[in-house]
């Protein structure tokens, strides 16, 4: 079998598809056409992981990718949101030959900003939006709370699923700390990823001002350079910054914190934050660390269904409230679900999928 997946910037779910894919069906093919960077120029590593690579100018994208389908000959395109616009490309160049999976990441219409990463989408973004998932012959969502918009909106094809944003076990610690930090003082949360000062859901500044001022430890690892957030750290003694990291050296540093932090903004995309399992939550856990969350709502059923972290109404009394957790229990669980969280315990409803799509 044959797979293209497309995408405007290559991005670490992908990267996690064809890690697994790898290790559970070599015999599956794998492309990559797409407008930005590699893997390799955005997390330093995974272009290996795919025969071939095409990038698709960002003006007039339809001559390359006919090209592309015609060389590589697919029998599924695996398409990325978001934009969705290179999905409907995909429909319309495809013209009922490969099938095409729409992998929805995130909903524009559940967003007040455009997307962090990528280009600009082209066209009216709600339409395109709908087409590319009624359009496509299945459909992989990030959360039950998406699904459910999802549908709530359009009307997907039969073969729709969830699928999380798992970690990858290839790269879990194999060793966890005991379960029984912190022996005094406060647990010590880190944080990991993208961080904005846009206003954004990114943009966590009074967030991380709040917990400073109540003398929280809180240790960050930006995905990206991000100086307003160095200063941040610079005016807190409890807050320290890190250097970006790669995602591997990531996991190594992880397992020295107690909690990791996974409370976003909700001023401008709340409704987007309800429907989010981001990588972030499910690398704390493959790191031994339950998760800290905002009532956020896909996050607040993961923690709360698996036992593995709490939901804040608020970040009033923080002291208090992270001094009244069970942490030994709660690492415990951590412990013993983070095996079972990772693509590679999941994969095989990827590659079932595929199949399905395919036949």
Not at 80 to 86: A, I, K, R, T
Not at 136 to 158: C, F, K, T, W
Request: aromatic share 8%; proline share 8%; with cysteine.
């Amino acid at each position: 079998m044959r797979v293209l997946f497309l995408e405007q910037q290559p991005c670490i779910r992908a990267l996690k598809y064809a890690v697994g894919l790898r290790a559970s069906r070599p015999d599956i093919r794998l492309g990559f056409a797409f407008q930005g960077r590699t893997l390799s120029e955005w997390y330093g590593a995974g272009d290996e992981l795919f025969e071939s690579w095409w990038r698709l100018p960002a003006e007039e994208p339809s001559w390359e990718l006919r090209r592309v389908l015609d060389a590589f000959q697919p029998d599924l395109v695996h398409s990325h949101n978001l934009p969705d616009s290179l999905t409907v490309l995909a429909l319309e160049v495809s013209d009922g030959g490969a099938p095409i999976l729409h992998d929805a990441h995130d909903l524009q219409s559940l967003r007040r900003t455009p997307h962090e990463t990528g280009f600009p989408e082209p066209g009216e973004p709600l339409a395109l939006e709908k087409r590319a998932i009624e359009g496509s012959a299945a459909l992989l969502a990030v959360s039950d709370e998406m699904m459910g918009e999802i549908r709530a909106r359009h009307h997907p094809p039969q073969q729709s699923h969830v699928f999380p944003n798992y970690a990858l076990r290839r790269d879990l610690p194999e060793a966890l700390p005991a379960h029984n930090r912190p022996i005094d003082g406060l647990p010590r949360l880190v944080y990991q990823g993208t961080l904005l000062a846009n206003g954004g859901h990114y943009d966590l500044r009074a967030i991380f001002e709040a917990i400073a001022a109540q003398g929280v430890a809180l240790d960050i690892y930006p995905g990206r350079p991000a100086p307003e957030y160095r200063e941040l750290a610079e005016r807190h003694p409890r807050v320290r910054w890190h250097e970006t990291v790669s995602p591997e050296r990531l996991l190594r540093e992880l397992p020295r914190y107690d909690l990791g932090w996974a409370g976003f903004n909700t001023a401008l995309n709340g409704p987007h934050l309800d429907t989010a399992l981001p990588n972030k939550a499910f690398e704390y856990l493959a790191c031994g660390l339950p998760v800290l969350t905002l009532g956020h709502r896909a996050l607040a059923r993961l923690v709360e269904e698996e036992g593995v972290g709490a939901s804040l109404d608020g970040l009033d009394d923080l002291p208090g409230r992270l001094t009244a957790l069970d942490l030994p229990a709660l690492r415990q669980r951590v412990a013993a679900a983070r095996h079972r969280l990772t693509v590679e315990a999941n994969i095989g409803r990827i590659t079932d999928l595929y199949e399905a799509v395919a036949s």
